[in-house]
T-cell receptor, first 114, second 118 residues
Framework: KAGVTQTPRYLIKTRGQQVTLSCSPI?????VSWYQQTPGQGLQFLFEYFSETQRNKGNFPGRFSGRQFSNSRSEMNVSTLELGDSALYLC?????????????FGSGTQLSVL | AQKITQTQPGMFVQEKEAVTLDCTYDTSDPSYGLFWYKQPSSGEMIFLIY??????QNATEGRYSLNFQKARKSANLVISASQLGDSAMYFCAMREGMGETSGSRLTFGEGTQLTVNP
């Protein structure tokens, strides 16, 4: 069974640009959530999509957005990039139906903003 | 207030010995779940163990066990017989609420960097 796949693995952008990150969940999983990891702020929840609808949202500005497709694949978009957006972006998938489910994470996309 | 606190930025242990990684949490929700994840240098978060707030028994998964003390709001991870491959960052995380409405929102602690020495 294939794991959670995130592409690209590394990305370098400049300030002001926009970026789209992709996440393919484990087959059968309907929930995809996104996290930002930085040395200063640690791991922070961005948002979660379940069956193509945003179910939960963290405390991030509107420049961060996402969507989920009918095959449960998800994309995350960051517009007008800032230096502080440099981070490891992790996505996680699960069935999204019970509290004790484990989340399966991908290897992340390392975004560097210059 | 921090919802998840891991007070040990770094821990060292000798190979084959046991080690305890501390985690305390803060919530007013009676329904919650506690998770431990391992993050090696590759970046991927690997699930280790889960404990639900209503679970009567402490969770165990192979060499991993969770010392759950509900009244103290602590959920310490115990790794028995440490191996060199256990060297990684370890995160404690909490999910509040139950069912579909709680979703997959985890709150993570700051992490503990574990180094296993030969």
């Amino acid at each position: 069974k294939a794991g959670v796949t995130q592409t690209p693995r590394y990305l370098i952008k400049t300030r002001g640009q926009q970026v789209t990150l992709s996440c393919s969940p484990i087959s059968g999983h309907r929930s995809v959530s996104w996290y930002q990891q930085t040395p200063g702020q640690g791991l922070q929840f961005l948002f979660e999509y379940f069956s193509e609808t945003q179910r939960n949202k963290g405390n991030f500005p509107g420049r961060f957005s996402g969507r989920q497709f009918s095959n449960s694949r998800s994309e995350m978009n960051v517009s007008t990039l800032e230096l502080g957006d440099s981070a490891l972006y992790l996505c996680a998938s699960s069935f999204g139906q019970t509290t004790n489910e484990k989340l399966f994470f991908g290897s992340g996309t390392q975004l560097s903003v210059l | 207030a921090q919802k998840i606190t891991q007070t040990q930025p770094g821990m060292f242990v000798q190979e084959k010995e046991a080690v305890t990684l501390d985690c305390t949490y803060d919530t007013s929700d009676p329904s919650y779940g506690l998770f431990w994840y391992k993050q090696p240098s590759s970046g991927e978060m690997i699930f280790l163990i889960y404990q639900g707030s209503y679970d009567q028994q402490n969770a165990t998964e192979g060499r991993y066990s969770l010392n759950f003390q509900k009244a103290r709001k602590s959920a310490n991870l115990v790794i028995s017989a440490s191996q060199l491959g256990d060297s990684a960052m370890y995160f404690c995380a909490m999910r509040e609420g139950m069912g579909e409405t709680s979703g997959s929102r985890l709150t993570f602690g700051e992490g503990t960097q574990l180094t296993v020495n030969p």
